[in-house]
């Protein structure tokens, strides 16, 4: 815990502190706690949980949730409305998996224009390749007015984004920095991280098309 957080600029508690009735993590909180505001516009009762949510009619409410093994996913599987994805290389892109989640490219996102009114990813970003056209993606999916959830690795004392790789060398093991490797579901062998955010996020998004605002609730 002591490594990593020198190394990418993160809390011990944003990680390893855990819920003991759902098992979330502090980001799985921040999400959480972004979509309730976000789920509180499309209806007239007051929804202080997400367990809450799946008492009240949702079902013209659109949602995408980028993580099919967070606390947020299986407090929310079977909501009308909510759709949930994770991404395996090999298989065929907007492929339904056994476990009923999509299997989706951010990067060539199978769906139509203005198709949620929510997208969320949690952690996500800092794997992909080009983040800006996976954000350009999402941002083509999303209705009119829609909102994106997002956490990442996010250091505020940074103007620009520091790099930890060089993505055109990857495959030949060219890391700018020593190795940043996060936990995968999908590998024993971890996922490698590109970079880690500052200031420049919030204007590479606005350029995009979005209006940014960050959520330093705790």
Not at 14 to 33: F, P, V, Y
Not at 47 to 52: D, K, T, V
Not at 129 to 149: K, P, Q, V
Not at 190 to 218: C, P, W
Request: net charge neutral; proline share 2%.
């Amino acid at each position: 815990d002591i490594h990593l957080r020198a190394t990418h600029n993160i809390s011990l508690l944003r990680e390893t502190l855990s819920c003991k009735c759902c098992n979330g993590s502090m980001r799985d909180r921040q999400i959480a706690h972004g979509l309730i505001t976000r789920l509180r516009v499309f209806s007239s009762h007051k929804i202080n949980n997400l367990s809450e949510a799946k008492n009240v009619n949702l079902n013209t409410v659109a949602i995408l949730d980028t993580d099919s093994f967070s606390a947020v996913n299986r407090i929310l599987r079977g909501v009308e409305g909510y759709q949930y994805s994770q991404y395996l290389s090999h298989l065929e892109n907007g492929k339904k998996l056994l476990d009923g989640s999509f299997n989706v490219d951010l990067l060539n996102m199978p769906f139509d224009d203005c198709s949620y009114d929510i997208i969320m990813t949690s952690d996500v970003m800092e794997h992909v390749s080009d983040d800006r056209l996976a954000h350009s993606e999402i941002y083509r999916c999303l209705r009119w007015g829609g909102t994106y959830i997002f956490t990442v690795p996010f250091n505020p004392t940074m103007h620009g984004n520091r790099r930890l790789t060089q993505p055109a060398l990857l495959g030949n093991g060219n890391f700018v920095l020593a190795h940043h490797i996060h936990g995968d579901p999908h590998s024993d062998g971890g996922i490698v991280a590109h970079r880690i955010y500052g200031q420049q996020i919030f204007t590479d998004l606005e350029k995009i098309g979005f209006d940014v605002a960050m959520n330093t609730r705790s």
